[in-house]
């Protein structure tokens, strides 16, 4: 074989392989690893010696990794301490499957404080038509229109803690759901608190779970759902087979319109009645936000002049205890 041949072989094989000791093709390679930190800066790489300071510059440069280069997934590592992101946090531009969103010390929980974000929507993040998310082990505060807004399927939320949300705490604009899903399907909810979601304008028009338009199989289970100025629980149009399961509710809701702890509410007669919505097993102390009682546990209800879809909502095994008391 010529000499110059050989060498040409040689040189295709080599890139073919990589270099010595690479491994597997970079479209096998581990999932992409991120690191946020307090003390950290948005020039950095995001590695755990060189963290970012922001979830918004850990989307920016997720964007830019093909979802086959990385199987699909990508983890953001996040220290302790309090978070100010500068907007909406939007992962619309990731084509990523999924973002996996972790505290690196589980025992010092980091803190997403909205009272500093600028723009005209104040949700802590926005899947925005990109990947689902899996996020755990952490504390959303202050932010006025609420903490997450789904249109994705399949993202799993546990163990957080929504608080202080709403324009009682954050002002001159809507306040919607700690959680607002919107066409978003096959999400799990577990053990985590909702607490003090609070409307001064508006105050029925925010809950912990808004589940509409089209969102359906969704399972919440094992969540505190307490001080709430609207319905802990607003389903609309076209949701079927959503369960709510061992929720603990207490003081929410407004003795004026008269709702529930969970509602199916139908704003015009076009929209879709939902089909076997359920709330089971649950526990609720009967009183509305102010503290008074007459609060129910499940309803349906619409706007004036609106035919309620009946039975769009049901229960199995809830019970109200006006003793108790949730933190």
């Known amino acids: 074989m010529p000499m110059r041949l050989c060498s040409l072989l040689v040189l295709v094989g080599l890139l073919i392989m990589g270099p010595a000791g690479a491994g597997t093709p970079a ?3 581990a999932p992409t690893h991120l690191h946020v930190s307090t003390d950290g800066s948005d020039t950095n790489p995001g590695t755990a010696e060189a963290p970012l300071a922001s979830l918004t510059r850990a989307a920016q440069l997720l964007a830019d990794v093909p979802a086959g280069d990385q199987g699909g997934t990508a983890t953001v590592w996040i220290a302790p301490g309090t978070y100010h992101e500068p907007a909406v946090v939007s992962w619309g531009k990731v084509t990523l499957d999924r973002v996996t969103l972790r505290p690196t010390d589980p025992a010092h929980p980091p803190t997403f404080d909205g009272s500093r974000a600028t723009g005209t929507s104040h949700y802590w993040m926005n899947t925005g038509g990109g990947p689902s998310l899996d996020v755990s082990g952490m504390v959303i ?4 229109t609420g903490g997450i807004r789904l249109d994705t399927d399949g993202n799993v939320i546990d163990r957080m803690v929504f608080t202080e949300l709403g324009n009682a705490f954050v002002p001159d604009g809507p306040g919607y759901a700690a959680l607002h899903l919107l066409n978003s399907s096959n999400n799990t909810v577990t053990d985590s608190v909702f607490r003090d979601l609070v409307n001064t304008s ?3 028009c925010i809950h912990a779970a808004y589940v509409a338009n089209g969102s359906s199989d969704n399972h919440f289970a094992r969540n505190t759902m307490a001080r709430i100025t609207g319905d802990p629980v607003r389903l609309r149009h076209d949701t079927h087979r959503n369960l709510f399961e061992q929720i603990a509710f207490t003081r929410s809701g407004t003795a004026f319109p008269h ?5 199916f509410w139908r704003f015009r007669d076009t929209e879709v009645c939902g089909v076997d919505n359920r709330v089971e097993r649950s526990v609720s102390d009967g009183r509305y936000y102010d503290g008074t ?3 129910r546990t499940i309803g349906n209800g ?3 002049g609106t035919e ?3 039975q769009a909502l049901r229960g199995i095994g809830n019970v109200i205890n006006p003793k108790l008391q949730l933190p």
Not at 141 to 144: C, D, G, S, V
Not at 259 to 263: D, H, I, N
């Open 27 to 29: 479209s096998a390679a």
């Open 141 to 144: 505060t202050h932010y006025r």
């Open 202 to 204: 508006c105050p029925g």
């Open 259 to 263: 709702r529930a702890m969970a509602s």
């Open 293 to 295: 009682s007459g609060q």
């Open 302 to 304: 619409a706007e004036p």
């Open 308 to 310: 309620v879809c009946d």
